[in-house]
């Protein structure tokens, strides 16, 4: 056989080998299409579409990988808007987007979903919730105004509850924000008499020493912390032991301020 037949036999056997490979890599893209189209529609069965999307979110957001969550709890929101887990999307969409510093985002997806609630009766927790998310998104936006509104709508609408006291460390965070941190303890005071027990209380009481400690009133500020250790289980006790010992650790330097 002579070179240039070899050279031409060649070449039809490396065409053949070239198109079996790019046949090969079609079937596989259109399977894996398939398949990714039936993993996001749930073949055509919108319950089993939105169940896959929402566990792909939690799995997503659980290993960190947050864009590839907010991609799937917005497909959630926007595909199946009437679908019941369309509201634990939002929420879940909004935590997302507050993570990853898109608190515009975040605002724009909590106040959607405290307009659907509205629309409805009941829910009263829900709703309490998210007023309470768009306050924490407002102040992270330094719109302070907007923080207390809804802050102060959680209370009136939710009074001597769970909520209410977190609305009322919320106008403590607003005013200590700012800078004025007569008006931050005294709101942090107020939570602590009307729920002088638990997490939240040491949590405004550690505050207050924070406050005092910003304004240079070091030993104020001691024994704010002091009251934390004396009066709270060891469990919330991290910040308050760490702000004691460098206190004291100032204060046995210099005579401090009172």
């Not at 898109?102 to 009263?124: E, I, M, N, P, T």
């Not at 302070?144 to 509850?161: E, F, H, I, M």
């Not at 405004?204 to 009133?217: L, V």
């Amino acid at each position: 056989m002579s070179e240039t037949v070899r050279t031409v036999e060649d070449a039809k056997i490396i065409r053949r080998q070239l198109l079996w490979i790019a046949a090969v890599i079609v079937v596989a893209a259109a399977v894996w299409g398939v398949c990714w189209w039936g993993q996001e529609t749930g073949w055509g069965n919108p319950d089993r579409a939105v169940a896959n999307l929402m566990d792909l979110g939690e799995k997503d957001f659980v290993s960190g990988h947050m864009e590839d969550a907010v991609a799937e709890y917005r497909a959630v929101v926007q595909r199946y808007p009437g679908h019941p887990r369309a509201v634990q999307a939002m929420t879940q969409l909004a935590s997302v987007l507050q993570q990853l510093g898109r608190y515009q985002d975040a605002l724009q997806v909590l106040q959607k979903l405290y307009a659907s609630l509205q629309a409805h009766q009941g829910r009263a927790d829900l709703k309490a919730y998210t007023l309470l998310q768009i306050g924490d998104v407002r102040r992270s936006l330094g719109d302070y105004a907007g923080a207390l509104d809804a802050y102060t709508t959680v209370r009136r609408t939710q009074p001597k509850t769970d909520w209410a006291g977190e609305a009322q460390s919320g106008i403590g965070a607003v005013y200590q924000a700012q800078g004025l941190y007569a008006r931050a303890r005294s709101a942090y005071g107020a939570l602590i008499r009307e729920i002088p027990g638990g997490f939240l209380a040491a949590e405004a009481q550690t505050s207050i020493g924070q406050c005092y400690e910003a304004q240079k009133r070091y030993r104020d500020a001691l024994r704010a912390y002091e009251v934390v250790l004396r009066k709270y289980p060891p469990a919330v006790w991290d910040t308050a032991q760490s702000r004691v010992d460098a206190l004291k650790r100032q204060l046995e330097g210099s005579d401090g301020e009172s």
